[in-house]
């Protein structure tokens, strides 16, 4: 990808999504951009081509582009490659491995790294949610807006949304007899802090993950792959013929994939970290532009970190 021209005169960032076309948020320019990217990959398109793609600025591209991903468009593109994702399957490191990388000093901290998750009761299953208040908010996330709710519990449900009815309307039909309060409780506030990068000023800085609570409705099995998916640490990959060997049922390769895209939670639980054993993404409940702003995001930060740490 070639370089931008010389600079023009700064706008702040807030501005850019009422000046630069279509009232698109910034995410949705990204996303524009990285279908851009892969629609175009073989022939390597300039920044040039791929700002007025979006309707920006070569500068102001750059310049969005980089504040989100936390690097250029041109290092962003190879974490977007099938090589890279293929990879990432035939090496993949252990949870030991990152734990050591991330700064956590051996094994007895380990559980650092793990969301909690309490199943919800047989009746509360079978009632759909009768007797539950669940809290509901919508919030902003480097991937476009995302709704959560909660119970008393903990967070029952994270989506990225486009629609707020819509979105809604799906949280209702899961938990129909549940009564619903706009607002937003300790739970969603914790869990929203995942988005925010370790070290960014202002705001609430990221919680530990083990302090993150999620109060889930589903099947034994389904909490079973939900809890393994936590096991992928960030910036890995692993196939869905993986996950079902990890779980001691080899040939439950397809019952695995159901039960990873019935997956209420987006993000905190990684079913975006799940791809085919061939490196191609696969399909993903908020969709696979998303899905590989997702793996590419992930990569260029733990990369980012890697080369922080080692003073480059």
């Given at each position: 990808m070639s370089k931008a021209s010389t600079p023009q005169s700064t706008i702040p960032l807030s501005t850019l999504s009422a000046r630069a076309g279509h009232g698109q948020t910034n995410y949705q320019r990204i996303a524009l951009a990285i279908d851009f990217?892969?629609?175009?990959?073989?022939?390597?398109?300039?920044?040039?081509?791929?700002?007025?793609?979006?309707?920006?600025?070569?500068?102001?591209?750059?310049?969005?582009?980089?504040?989100?991903?936390?690097?250029?468009?041109?290092?962003?593109?190879?974490?977007?490659?099938?090589?890279?994702?293929?990879?990432?399957?035939?090496?993949?490191?252990?949870?030991?491995?990152?734990?050591?990388?991330?700064?956590?000093?051996?094994s007895g901290r380990l559980h650092d790294l793990f969301v909690k998750i309490e199943g919800m009761t047989p009746g509360e299953y079978r009632q759909g949610g009768e007797g539950l208040t669940i809290r509901h908010s919508v919030a902003d996330s480097p991937f476009g807006q995302v709704l959560v709710a909660s119970t008393d519990k903990g967070v029952c449900h994270l989506a990225f949304e486009d629609e707020t009815t819509k979105a809604l309307a799906e949280l209702q039909h899961r938990f129909p007899k549940a009564s619903y309060v706009a607002g937003q409780d300790a739970h969603q506030r914790?869990?929203?802090?995942?988005?925010?990068?370790?070290?960014e000023t202002g705001g609430t800085q990221p919680v530990p993950l083990s302090t993150i609570k999620l109060h889930l409705q589903g099947t034994p099995f389904q909490l079973k792959v939900w809890e393994s998916l936590l096991r992928i640490p960030e910036g890995q990959l692993r196939s869905y013929g993986h996950l079902a060997h990890a779980l001691g049922q080899p040939k439950a390769s397809r019952a695995v994939g159901t039960a990873i895209g019935s997956n209420p939670v987006a993000f905190l639980i990684p079913c975006?970290?799940?791809?085919?054993?061939?490196?191609?993404?696969?399909?993903?409940?908020?969709g696979p532009?998303?899905?590989?702003?997702?793996?590419?995001?992930?990569?260029a930060r733990l990369h980012g970190r890697a080369a922080e740490a080692g003073g480059e």
């Open positions: 990217l892969q629609h175009h990959f073989t022939r390597q398109p300039s920044l040039d081509e791929v700002a007025a793609a979006v309707h920006l600025s070569p500068f102001h591209f750059q310049r969005l582009f980089t504040e989100w991903a936390g690097v250029s468009p041109k290092k962003f593109i190879q974490y977007l490659s099938l090589n890279y994702a293929k990879g990432l399957l035939q090496e993949p490191r252990s949870l030991m491995e990152t734990a050591h990388s991330a700064g956590l000093s051996g914790a869990a929203l802090t995942i988005f925010r990068p370790a070290g975006h970290r799940v791809i085919q054993a061939s490196g191609k993404l696969g399909g993903y409940r908020w532009t998303r899905k590989s702003a997702l793996i590419a995001w992930e990569a």
